[in-house]
């Protein structure tokens, strides 16, 4: 039996706190996972940044959080207008 309202404490060195800019995501799944690449791009290079993998149902967790969280910043600081979709197609090399 698991305790619901146990505590968790996170560990995370200070490198992984500094946190990674990113301008571009790159969205790919199957049936049993998606795979969010965030980019870093600077034509006419780009960085991969970060690769998370998740199930699917943790994935429509991570959206419903992102939605309530958009509204509430909008709430308070106003509209976000909607960025230009990048005009190039985005490729991997080795």
Known sequence: MTNQNQQVQIKATDE????EYSNAMQILHTKEEFVLDFLNI???????????????GHFKRMITAMEE????Y??????????DEPKNEIGFRG
């Open 16 to 19: 992984k706190l500094k946190g």
């Open 74 to 83: 909008e709430d308070q600081f106003g509209k976000i207008a909607v960025a």
């Open 42 to 56: 600077f034509p006419p290079t780009g960085t991969l940044n970060s690769r998370v993998i998740l199930s699917p």
């Open 69 to 72: 969280n958009l509204k509430k």
